[in-house]
């Protein structure tokens, strides 16, 4: 079933006015995929496969399986300088993990690599306000949530977000990521567990951790001395409210 063209009409970019794209307008299908009018689509990497490069070379990794959520990051000093495109890998059994595709400003792919391996399933995750990828382990057994520094300057470290008993890891089918960042003297941040009973839960670092610095907010996650909360319906008012207890919070 094609749907009906947007009744809001085209949408414009409003730098520069150039592209102009017609929502729902299907009116064209590029690698088995239905585009709306104005949109285009390039395929530039297969599971398993090695990925081609624009010099003509190949990456030595073939790119990951199960790709799943991802992120587009700018680079640090601005878009003239590419991007990155990173990606999960829901693999099980140590095989997941988050792959990386770096781009130049003309779209062109540069490089690819694992930024993070030898985890499992990972699904969700989310981006943070200083510029790095959160990506959450979603299985039964011990499973945690990662920070991956996109450009691969700083490794990736377990945060303290997933086990608020300090040890990294518990059993938690992790999902996605987001933050609120209205109030910077205390950031807050939230992740979800992808089971029937499974709490919003929401983390504040401690005083002493949050800082502005971008260089040093990476720490914030790695605070465990944090708070963790977990939101409590009201379904007679229609209202929420956070509270510490977990089991409440289920």
């Not at 700018?74 to 829901?90: A, C, I």
């Not at 205390?186 to 951790?209: A, H, I, K, L, Y």
């Amino acid at each position: 079933v094609v749907p009906e063209p947007s009744s809001t009409g085209p949408i414009i970019t409003p730098d520069s006015g150039l592209y102009t794209y017609y929502p729902g307008n299907l009116n064209q299908v590029k690698l088995g995929i239905s585009l709306s009018q104005g949109l285009d689509i390039e395929l530039v990497a297969k599971s398993g496969e090695k990925v081609q490069y624009a010099n003509g070379r190949r990456s030595s990794d073939n790119f990951h399986r199960w790709a799943d959520a991802a992120y587009c990051f700018p680079h640090p000093d601005g878009m003239d300088q590419g991007y990155v495109y990173v990606s999960n890998s829901e693999g099980d059994t140590g095989r997941g993990g988050v792959g990386a595709i770096y781009f130049d400003k003309d779209d062109n792919v540069l490089e690819y690599k694992m930024l993070l391996k030898q985890t499992t399933k990972n699904c969700g995750g989310g981006h943070t306000p200083w510029g790095t990828w959160v990506s959450c382990e979603e299985h039964s057994g011990a499973s945690g949530i990662f920070q991956v520094d996109p450009w691969d300057n700083r490794p990736p470290e377990l945060t303290a977000l997933g086990d608020p008993s300090g040890n990294g890891k518990r059993a938690g089918m992790w999902e996605s990521f987001a933050y609120d960042i209205s109030n910077p003297a205390v950031p807050r941040f939230f992740f979800s567990e992808d089971v029937r009973n499974g709490p919003v839960r929401r983390f504040t670092p401690t005083s002493d951790t949050v800082t502005a610095d971008k260089s040093k907010m990476w720490d914030m996650l790695n605070d465990e001395d944090g708070t963790h909360e977990y939101v409590l319906l009201n379904r007679d008012t229609g209202t929420f409210e956070w509270t510490r207890n977990l089991n409440e919070g289920r």
